[in-house]
Nanobody, 129 residues
Framework: QVQLVESGGGSVQDGGSLRLSCAPS????????MGWFRQASGREREGVAA????????FYSDSVKGRFTISRDSSKNAAYLQMNTLMPEDHAMYYC??????????????????????WGQGTQVTVAS
């Protein structure tokens, strides 16, 4: 079983920035896309951003578009989430996910948890107002 490891979470003030990182604990073949999800207390997990491992396709939720940027290092199967202009509503546990299947209809599937095969344990992002 592949384990994804996230890092970079922490506490920031309203308007601050954080950069999250994610990579498999061991080298893993066959990862074709990676995504970031978040779950706030009492709310469902939601897709935040996703990227094809080649970097050609990126997707964002409306709530983070223009503030967050997803990127990847395909040589490491690593994904990153640069989060700028953080707001209290961004306060959540952030999870990294990896897809090993085909990227068919990624535009309409990337925000679905079921589309991904591997998950990390999560990293907490706290935004103080």
């Amino acid at each position: 079983q592949v384990q994804l490891v996230e890092s970079g979470g922490g506490s920031v003030q309203d308007g601050g920035s954080l950069r999250l990182s994610c990579a498999p604990s061991t080298y893993t073949r066959g990862i074709f896309a990676m995504g970031w999800f978040r779950q706030a207390s009492g709310r469902e997990r939601e897709g935040v951003a996703a990227i094809s491992i080649g970097g050609c396709s990126t997707f964002y939720s409306d709530s983070v578009k223009g503030r967050f940027t997803i990127s990847r290092d395909s040589s490491k199967n690593a994904a990153y989430l640069q989060m700028n202009t953080l707001m209290p509503e961004d306060h959540a546990m952030y999870y990294c996910a990896a897809r090993t299947g085909a990227l068919f209809r990624m535009s309409s599937n990337w925000y679905s948890s079921e589309w991904y095969a591997y998950w990390g344990q999560g990293t907490q992002v706290t935004v103080a107002s």
